[in-house]
């Protein structure tokens, strides 16, 4: 294995130093494992904080600032975070409109969530959760029970956060990321598997002829192994599963994002957009909105995720609205 680290026991405290270094508008709590928003709380705003397992970035401490969440609460590398750590977000973030917990549907973050919101509640803080279960590969994979939390965890951040920077109360804003959630879905393909530096050697074998179809972003077993095929075939086999689930309706626009794993160069993710906005555009679905590049990362694992929100006028606006973060900006 060669990986720019120290030692394999150090590397999320060595990462947020360096985030902590280079994003002076963001608070880092290497102690007690917090990224925090460095202004302080506006009064009365709801709170939005998420968080997971490392491994994953950009998300979830890529997207603390303005626009979107106000803390993220990292765990080791693909394990999640305790609840004590959500509890230190929620009193650091806390300005009396109560909090939002995003939560991708892992079983370990759910647990742990569901611990801090009791931790939360019992500080008088009101706390509601949104549950992101946007992966129609399978259903009751590892670590998961139902489908897993993946690339529409983006979209409800975005989207619920400009909510809340706009001044939505706690229930409007928790609404809203549910409503994102149920209309989006992902799918993920991998050409290899991930290597975590605990481990030091990749997940799972691969042959290089072969492709993980429907894997989770820990290197979860997907659908099915096949043999690699052109890419035209690999998206179609990925827009087959997402609107089979959830089929377009007429004139309602998509967001959608072709996100890499970590290990996938751009001219390829820019490749598979192409073949994307091209078959959907066969399948009458119009794209209003698109985001290509690593979003929601599986460490070094070459792959893609494809993720398709049915937006409405609302979502839209509030995608479109100024955001402010270190891997995610416009309209500032």
């Known amino acids: 294995m060669k990986k720019f680290i120290n030692a394999p026991d150090t590397v999320l405290k060595d990462a947020l130093a ?19 928003r460095a202004e302080a709380p506006r ?30 609460c990292p765990g080791e590398v693909f ?24 939560v991708k549907n892992y079983t370990g973050d759910v647990l742990n969530f569901q611990l801090a919101t009791e931790l939360a509640e019992d500080d008088g803080i009101e706390v509601q959760t949104v549950l992101v279960d946007d992966d129609v590969a399978v259903q009751d994979s590892t ?12 979209f409800v951040e975005k989207i619920a956060g400009a909510a809340a920077e ?14 994102v ?15 975590t530096p605990g481990a030091g050697r990749p997940g799972f074998d691969l042959p290089d002829d072969e492709m993980e179809v429907g894997v989770g972003i820990h290197g979860e077993p997907g659908r099915s192994r096949e043999k690699v095929r052109p890419a035209r075939e690999i998206v179609a086999s990925a827009l087959d599963a997402i609107l089979g689930d959830l089929p377009p309706r007429s004139g309602t626009p998509a967001i959608v994002m072709v996100n890499g794993l970590g ?11 192409g073949e994307v906005a091209a078959q959907l555009a066969e399948r009458g679905v119009h794209i209003a909105r698109s985001l290509v590049g690593d979003y929601v990362t599986s460490l070094d694992m070459a792959g893609a995720s494809f993720t398709i929100c049915q937006a409405d006028g609302r979502m839209l606006d509030l995608w479109d609205a100024p955001v402010n973060t ?7």
Not at 166 to 179: C, I, M, N, T, Y
Request: charged share 15%; with cysteine.
């Open 18 to 36: 360096g985030v902590a270094a280079a994003h002076p508008s963001l608070s880092v709590d290497t102690v007690n494992r917090v990224i925090i």
């Open 43 to 72: 009064a009365g705003k709801v709170a939005l904080i998420s968080g997971g397992g490392s491994g994953h970035e950009p998300l979830h401490g890529g997207f603390v600032g303005t626009g979107m969440l106000d803390a993220a």
């Open 79 to 102: 394990t999640s975070p305790v609840p004590d750590q959500m509890h230190t977000a929620v009193k650091a973030t806390d300005a009396g409109g109560g909090a939002v917990f995003i």
């Open 143 to 154: 670590w998961t029970a139902g489908r897993r939390g993946t690339g529409a965890t983006l």
């Open 166 to 179: 706009q001044g939505a109360d706690l229930a409007a804003v928790a609404d809203l990321g549910r409503r």
């Open 181 to 195: 959630n149920a209309a989006s879905r992902s799918f993920a393909v991998a050409l290899t598997a991930c290597t």
């Open 263 to 273: 290990g996938t160069p751009l001219i390829e993710l820019y490749l598979l957009y």
């Open 326 to 332: 270190p891997a995610l900006r416009w309209g500032t």
